[in-house]
């Protein structure tokens, strides 16, 4: 008989009723150490004082009212996106899939308005994630992901990742923009290096074309800056934000240029729920926490220090772990064992990660895991990987 929630998750036996910083509660009251956040969404750890704070008091006030009125903490959050970075405008939802969504609508319309209609094609790459809709499965393209929904949404092309010459080629008079996560999260933490970002920027810049950028995983502090192509000193055309931008909320954006978004006029795209007054009190309560040079600072040095002794703890447990991958608190262990074995011990030791192709386990802490609690990480992680290589 099916079960009463839909399985399309193989869920880990753990049921966690509260949670505190990087602490999780399990139902039976094991402390566990919180090194997934949700899949890089608690980005300020759990109960956060400061995003309880702000929801609540949007909590009392107002909850809904829908985008046919005007709502103060989606222009406040708006104006500081925009002032924060290469954008010049911000569409909210609710989840990265729906931001990917807008994305490959903004990127079509603009080249139809723009007087080019046969520009449709989006380029996309290989291990790359980009939600579960028909849109996300098909900018992916994967087999795990598309077999057996087709008609798949046509216009699609996937590269390798890193084939440079394969993506020359495929660059055509139909494309109409590159799709990329500047680091893969599902694909198994795969950073793209800065200058292949830098020329992705130039291909496009030479053709006429957008560069979209996923950053929802990879987004809002995780690699240590605001957004992960600030590394590489170049701006998008269109970005897909969600994840950390709501710390736990739903809540996602596409930010963009004037240039890109133009064609995007009254009646072309909505959403009901999307930016309303809960979602955008807490994204700017996230923003007062992550947009500011000391965290970001902060969080470099102690995703820094995260990354050496990690590098110390595969050098210990050559026989379990491969190497470290990953930027600032975007880390990938990858592994000589299956992933989910390795995960299995760690969830043993109360210790919680998140598992990516690749044969890679992924770790995202909360942003501002306190030294401390790193140290108890690694202390358990050390045990896993001892628990494992003893038999
Ligand atoms: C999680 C993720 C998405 C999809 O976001 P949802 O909020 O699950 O819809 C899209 N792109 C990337 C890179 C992601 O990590």
């Not at 394969?166 to 799709?179: D, G, H, P, S, W």
């Not at 934000?241 to 963009?256: D, H, R, S, T």
């Not at 991958?325 to 880390?331: E, N, P, Q, T």
């Not at 050390?382 to 290589?389: C, E, G, R, W």
Request: charge should be negative.
């Amino acid at each position: 008989m099916i079960p009463s929630i839909l399985p399309t998750y193989n869920r880990a036996p753990l049921t966690f009723v509260e949670g505190e910083g990087s602490w999780l509660i399990e139902a039976d009251g094991r402390r566990f150490l919180d090194l997934g956040a949700g899949i890089a969404v608690n980005a300020l750890g759990h109960a956060h004082p400061a995003l309880v704070a702000a929801l609540t008091a949007q909590a009392q006030k107002l909850w809904h009212t829908s985008n046919l009125y005007n709502i103060p903490a989606q222009q406040e959050l708006a104006d500081r996106l925009v002032e924060a970075t290469f954008a010049d405008t911000v569409f909210f939802t609710n989840s990265g899939t729906e931001a990917c969504e807008l994305a490959v609508k903004m990127a079509r319309r603009h080249f139809h308005d723009a007087g080019q209609p046969e520009r449709t094609d989006i380029i996309a790459f290989e291990g790359s994630f980009h939600g579960r809709s028909a849109a996300g499965i098909a900018a992916a393209g994967s087999e795990k992901m598309t077999k057996g929904f087709g008609p798949l949404l046509p216009g699609f092309t996937h590269l390798p990742w890193g084939d440079h010459d394969a993506l020359y080629a495929a660059i055509t008079c139909r494309t109409a923009a590159i799709l990329i996560e500047p680091v893969q999260g599902e694909g198994g933490i795969r950073p793209l290096p800065d200058v292949c970002l830098k020329g992705l920027r130039d291909l496009c810049d030479e053709h006429g074309i957008l560069l979209i950028l996923d950053e929802v995983q990879c987004g809002m502090g995780r690699t240590g800056r605001l957004f992960a192509h600030e590394w590489a000193g170049i701006d998008p055309d269109i970005m897909m934000v969600a994840k950390g931008i709501g710390g736990g909320f739903p809540l996602g954006a596409v930010l963009a240029t004037e240039h890109a978004a133009s064609a995007m006029i009254a009646g072309t795209h909505g959403s009901t729920y999307g930016g309303n007054p809960l979602a955008c009190a807490v994204g700017c309560a996230v923003m007062d926490q992550i947009a500011n040079e000391d965290f970001l600072q902060d969080v470099r040095a102690r995703a820094g220090y995260m990354r050496q002794r990690l590098e110390a703890l595969v050098a210990t447990h050559p026989d379990v772990f491969q190497a470290v991958r990953g930027s600032g608190f975007m880390l990938g262990l990858k592994c000589n064992l299956p992933n989910t074995d390795v995960l299995n011990a760690c969830y043993a030791q109360s210790l919680c990660a998140v598992p990516a192709a690749d044969n890679v386990l992924r770790l995202l802490p909360p942003l501002n895991i306190s030294e401390a609690d790193m140290a108890a990480a690694l202390t358990r992680l050390d045990k896993a990987a001892a628990a494992l290589s003893s038999c």
